[in-house]
Structures are given as structure tokens and as C-alpha cells.
């Protein structure tokens, strides 16, 4: 298929409202930190917030202005310490203390003056040749609304009394659907996308592949509160045999005991009930919510329940696949993201009932594939055959091809509409429990 060309003015300026759009959606999430909270540190593995903050910036001044227009830098040590974010492994965690970092209104100052100055660059005719076939764009619009997402992650961990209230919608319908597995017959799955197809994607998501996959039975809708309450009321967590060795050590050492985002005891509510951490309150446990879990929990409890986590090219599949033997665009066709479809785009703070979506079943039937939560795989994060990283960002993907890594798919409530695209690969370390990740089972 040919794609269109888009003049590069016109997609210069669409680029251009896509940025300021982006930039919206951080500063507003920016907004509900409570003065002074800026400092935290809300997830160990992470850098503190004030990091973020300058971070979003300096990429863009990095990539956008150094990078592609070659502007001489008016703040050298900011551009350099605000570059690069951390995802650290074998339990090395950081050891900064907010004195070492700059004052907030020095880095609101920094902020400013990245973004008049790149506001002249990009608002100048002709556009720059290096900017003209928009890559470098996209990416810094991209990077901007992933980071947002990580910032959700991030304030979901800030203590209540240092963020400032938002309104959220809690769809707590009672009653779960019953669980249930559909047939997937044996077809192609086509993972990433080719190169000349000419339309944007990150490094890893090329060069196109067409796997063979055999026929599976995988779960109508992602595993659910409710069920995973089953498994933790059975010993699950206790159980030695169903975890491998890094993950019961995790757990051990950790002293994990239930999903991260559940509270229990007398202590928290009435009765002992379980509860769930909102990014705003502890609310009764919603049986009908996705079960926020890590990879290691997930595999823990596909193993109790006699099933697997899908392959990439499995979720491919059933997510994408139809019986003719045609691949969608979307789990619900060529229609593009719309909120009847599915939970995402920052549209609701929380997940909704996994049955909330039927319009976005795929054609066999399988729910809640898009949004309410990234679904976790049994791949291990490696490039497709063909691979190139990107030259003005090596590190990107590459810097993650080190078997520590697996493939998510989907996307969660905060995901925005344009990394929803098929090709799109998400990843994260098994047992990074921050995130809003669900999963679903298949068997064969």
C-alpha cells in the first residue's frame, strides 16, 4: 500500500500542535504535585520527581536544537544532567538526596527558556532540513507522551496530602463477567511494520515479521481482581512451585505477599478488607478491575491456573488476527482509537471492568486488548531481524536488549491514542511493580 505523501510544511505544523498538545498533558500532571513534593523519590528504581521535570525539556533542547539545528547550549551541565533517566538492575538503586538537586524555580527557569527558544526554531521558514521529514519531531512528541505516562506511574506513588485532589470517575460495577477462553485458529501474525511503508515507528518496532502461530485457546478478558484474589486466597504466593528462582527470591526478599497496588488489614479500612491504591484514595477492592500485577506475579499465577502468558506473536493473534485471515488495524477494525472502543488516552484516571468494552472485542472475541492496562507476554524484549537503533538515539531500544526485559502489548488508561499503532512494543523488567500492567492466559 502507498502511503500518501504529506507536504512537510503541513506535517511540520501538525507536528507542532501535537507537541504543544503533549506539553499540555505534562504540565498539567505537574499541577497536582503539591508544593514542595517535587523532591520525592515515589518509586526507588526511579529518579525523584524534579528530575522529570527538567528531563521532558532537555530532550527536546538535546535532540531538537543541538542535535538537528547545531544551537550552541546556554546551560551545558542542565542538558547534561536532566538527559537521560535510569532503569537500574541487580537491586542497584540510586542514593541522590534532594540537596543535590537544583532549585525548582532554576529548573522552571530552564524549562521556560528551552521551550521559547525552540518555539523560534520550529516556528522558522523553511523549515530545518534536519527537522524536515519530521522523525525527529515524532520522536520528541512520542517521548513526551510516553514520559507522561511514567509521570502518572510516578505521582500514582506520591502520598495523598502532597498531591492536590482531581476528580476521579470509579466505575465499580459488581459483577465480572464469567471467565471464559476462545479458540484462536492457527493463522500469521504480523509483528512491527516495513520501513517503507514511510509512517513513523520507534527503532524496534521495524522491520516487519510474519510468524506462523499455531492454533491456542487464550482468555476472553484479562484476569481480573476478583480471580487473582482466588489465587492469593489459595496460597499462591506461598506456593514454591509456581515461581522460578529469581522471582521467589524477589518475593522473598521483597516480602511480597499480594498484588503492589492492594492494601490489607484494620489498619486501612474496616473489617480488614482488601482495598486498592487509586492515585488519589484506597477504594474497596474492584473485582471487576484488571489485576495490576508484575510479570513474575503473573507468570506465578498463569502456572496455578495449568496456562501460560502468550508469546508476542500469540497476543498478535488473537488481538489482530480475523477468521478470513486478514489482520485489523485495531482489535476492532480500521476505525481509529475512540473512547467507546477501549480505556485509554488519559481519559479516565482508573481501569474500568474488563467487560466495559465489547465494541473493542477483536474478531474472535478476545476483550480489553487496547488500554485498561498493558498486557504482559512470555517474550523476552529483542530486536526484530533487520533492526537498525536510530542514530541521533542509540540507546533507545538497544540499550535494552539484555534478556532482562519482556514485551508488553496494549496499553493502559494513560496511554495516548498514537502508541496504541500495532507495530508499538512496550517493555519492563518482570519484577517492576509500579506500573499499570494486567495480563491474560492462554493454553494450547
Not at 475512540?338 to 471492568?353: H, I, Q
Not at 538515539?393 to 488508561?413: I, N
Not at 502508541?419 to 495480563?439: D, H
Request: glycine share 6%; net charge negative.
Amino acid at each position: 500500500m502507498t502511503v500518501p505523501a504529506i507536504a512537510p510544511d503541513s506535517q511540520h505544523t501538525i507536528l507542532r500542535s501535537r507537541l504543544d498538545g503533549a506539553r499540555e498533558l505534562t504540565d498539567h500532571l505537574f499541577e497536582i504535585v503539591q508544593p514542595g513534593a517535587l523532591y520525592e523519590r515515589t518509586i526507588p528504581e526511579r529518579h525523584r520527581l524534579i528530575f522529570y521535570l527538567g528531563h521532558l525539556e532537555a530532550f527536546d533542547w538535546n535532540l531538537l536544537a543541538r542535535g538537528a539545528a547545531d544551537l550552541p547550549s546556554f546551560d551545558p551541565p542542565f542538558d547534561k544532567l536532566f538527559a537521560f533517566g535510569i532503569d537500574p538492575v541487580d537491586g542497584k538503586l540510586p542514593s541522590d538526596q534532594p540537596s543535590d538537586w537544583p532549585a525548582e524555580t532554576c529548573v522552571r527557569a530552564y524549562v521556560s527558556r528551552v521551550r521559547g527558544e525552540l518555539d523560534d526554531l520550529l516556528s522558522k521558514s523553511p523549515v530545518q532540513p534536519a527537522l524536515a521529514d519530521g522523525t525527529l519531531l515524532h520522536v520528541a512528541v512520542e517521548h513526551r507522551l510516553m514520559h507522561a505516562e511514567t509521570v502518572a506511574y510516578l505521582l500514582h506513588q506520591l502520598p495523598f496530602e502532597k498531591k492536590v485532589p482531581v476528580e476521579e470517575h470509579l466505575d465499580l460495577v459488581a459483577q465480572s463477567p464469567q471467565p471464559r477462553m476462545v479458540f484462536i485458529p492457527a493463522g500469521i501474525a504480523t509483528l512491527g511494520q516495513r520501513r517503507e511503508s514511510g509512517k513513523f515507528g520507534w527503532d524496534n518496532e521495524f522491520e516487519e515479521q510474519r510468524i506462523s502461530v499455531k492454533d491456542f485457546r487464550a482468555d476472553a478478558y484479562p484476569v481480573t481482581n476478583g480471580q487473582f484474589l482466588e489465587f492469593v486466597r489459595s496460597g499462591g504466593y506461598q506456593d514454591r512451585s509456581l515461581w522460578s528462582e529469581a522471582d521467589w527470591v524477589w518475593k522473598e526478599q521483597q516480602n511480597i505477599a499480594h498484588p503492589f497496588f492492594w492494601r490489607h488489614g484494620p489498619e486501612m479500612v474496616r473489617d480488614g478488607a482488601w482495598t486498592l491504591r487509586t492515585i488519589f484514595a484506597d477504594i474497596p477492592l474492584p473485582l471487576a478491575w484488571p489485576a495490576y500485577v508484575s510479570h513474575a506475579e503473573a507468570s506465578a499465577y498463569a502456572r496455578w491456573a495449568g496456562k501460560r502468558l502468550p508469546s508476542e506473536a500469540q497476543w498478535h493473534r488473537m488481538a489482530y488476527g480475523t477468521p478470513s485471515g486478514a489482520e485489523r488495524s485495531f482489535p476492532w477494525g480500521e476505525d481509529l482509537p475512540r473512547e467507546e472502543l477501549g480505556n485509554f488516552d488519559s481519559a479516565k484516571w482508573n481501569p474500568t471492568p474488563v467487560h466495559a468494552h465489547p465494541k473493542g472485542e477483536s474478531a474472535f472475541g478476545v476483550a480489553d486488548l487496547l488500554g485498561n492496562g498493558w498486557e504482559w507476554t512470555s517474550t523476552t524484549f529483542a530486536p526484530f531481524p533487520g533492526f537498525a537503533a536510530f542514530p541521533f538515539y542509540a540507546g533507545y531500544s538497544a540499550d535494552f536488549f539484555d534478556s532482562k526485559h519482556f514485551v508488553m502489548k496494549g496499553g493502559s488508561p494513560r496511554t495516548p491514542a498514537a502508541l496504541l499503532r500495532r507495530s508499538f512494543r512496550n517493555w519492563f523488567q518482570p519484577r517492576y511493580p509500579y506500573i499499570y500492567s494486567k495480563f491474560r492466559c492462554v493454553s494450547e
